[in-house]
């Protein structure tokens, strides 16, 4: 796999699941965030939809920008205080339902695809 398709790939997680809060932020609430801490007021529905908007925005600049091993690894690591946050809100203070867990589904493919696209991008700038 190139570092190409693996930043697509990357961009491809922050679309999907930042268009499902831009587009659907009441299906996130519902399906997402456990009964006791789900909460349908205009603002929190604003709320989950600016960070989906956030997240294809990214995930937009994650397909028009050429990142350098440099910016794969960077990702990676800036990746790891999310997999606590994940851990907290879903067993320390259960806010995120299993379905909420598809943050850290995509969090582990993204972090996947992030040290596999060093290799790729380490790789090419060496053959350069």
Do not use: K
Request: proline content about 2%; aromatic content about 18%; glycine content about 8%.
């Amino acid at each position: 796999m190139s570092a190409r398709t693996a930043q697509f790939l990357i961009a491809a997680v922050f679309l999907l699941l930042g268009g499902w809060a831009l587009f659907a932020p009441s299906s996130v609430i519902s399906l997402g965030v456990t009964e006791a801490y789900q909460d349908s007021t205009f603002l929190t529905r604003f709320a989950v939809a600016c960070f989906g908007a956030q997240a294809v925005l990214f995930g937009l600049m994650a397909l028009v920008v050429r990142w350098s091993a440099r910016g794969f690894l960077a990702f990676a690591v800036l990746l790891l205080p999310f997999f606590v946050f994940n851990w907290y809100f879903h067993y320390e203070v259960p806010v995120l339902t299993s379905i909420g867990m598809l943050d850290f589904a995509g969090n582990v493919v993204m972090f996947v695809l992030a040290l596999w696209g060093w290799r790729a991008a380490r790789a090419d700038e060496r053959q350069s």
